[in-house]
């Protein structure tokens, strides 16, 4: 199960990185798409000399039709020749200021100044104003069948929405999410760690009780043993002081106290001395009074040998 759960997971974030990839190509693709459409198209900046036109009617049938790009290239006016297809501004009050992409019939002279005659191919007739030298916006280079209907829906405000904020707000969306997920696993590692760490300091704390239970139960012993030492001290001393005769002249006690008792304690501690020699060497006389008269008699028992 973890195995299948694990590849589900990989074949899920590989076909969400491709899917991201490609959303972002096509974002970017298409907020290029619309700057060219907003600067290239029917403008007179062009990019890199090249300029866009839509085609808006079929009177150029024969080379492109309705809804069709029309790439021109700036050109040198006075290298055109008849039979070139141009792109120029009208000065017809039909249609004053459009840019018209016609063939170009032969060149002529309107109020002073130098122009084309130009037609469409569809019908053959001569445009009614004549194409100004100073008008022309380039040479017609080649067209892109049907893409013009694609940059208007992009000049629309739906086609905005639809091919450029939400593929662009998705893209964000998705990434937030990412980035939503990445913190939580973030925080996630954050408190396991400060679980372990946690542990072990409650594992540090649990030791240094036992080490302070320990101290404390050492220190109980000691002090029983040193109070019973000071109690059997204290019984010993206190039968010393027992024995010291009691009986002693009011006077002498009260000029020097402190004489006297070490007197009477030294004489009665020298006569406790004196009994205990008196009595080991009793005991001693007795042991060796018993071994003289037990070897005579061992002596007779012992066999005569013949």
Known sequence: MKASSTNVKKVFSVVRRVFTILLLVFTVFMMIFTIISVTGIEGDSGLLGYRLYIVLSDSMREDFGVGDIVVARETDVSSLEEGDIISFRSIDPANYDEVITHKIKGPTIYEGQAAYITYGTTTGDEDAYPALASNIQGKFVFSVPKAGYVFQYLRSSVGYVTLIFIPFLLLIVMEGVRFVMLLRKYRGE??????????????EKKKTEKLIEELSRLQEDFGNKSDSNEQNSTENLDEKFEEIPKEIPEEIFEENPDEVLAENFEVSMGESLEENEENLNKEREEGSRESSEEAPQESLAVPKEE
């Open 190 to 203: 954050q408190q396991k760690e400060l679980a372990v760490e946690r542990a072990l300091i409650a594992e």
